[in-house]
């Protein structure tokens, strides 16, 4: 990877990251009927993490935390790679 870097200034080079918690199904009629303070279930639970992603792939896992501020912001702390198949 240094032998690209004189070739590609990769510290301009931005992605966006996406944050995965889980997934659901529901129709649109079911979307449409949603108010406030309603529960939606995912498909996995608290213990197992979330998927961290670039486009489409998944390329880490993480666990949610807080960043301990006064506005305690939400963060995910990486606890490691995916597995490559």
Known sequence: MDGLKHLIDTDNIQ??????????????????????????????????????????KVIARGELTGDGSAEERLCVRISGPTEVA
Do not use: M
Not at 16 to 44: C, K, P, S, Y
């Open 15 to 56: 992605v966006e990251v996406t944050i995965r918690l889980g997934r659901t199904r529901r129709t649109v009629a079911q979307l449409a009927a949603l108010h406030e303070g309603d529960i939606l279930i995912l498909d996995q639970t608290i213990d197992d993490g979330v998927e961290i992603c670039v486009g489409d």
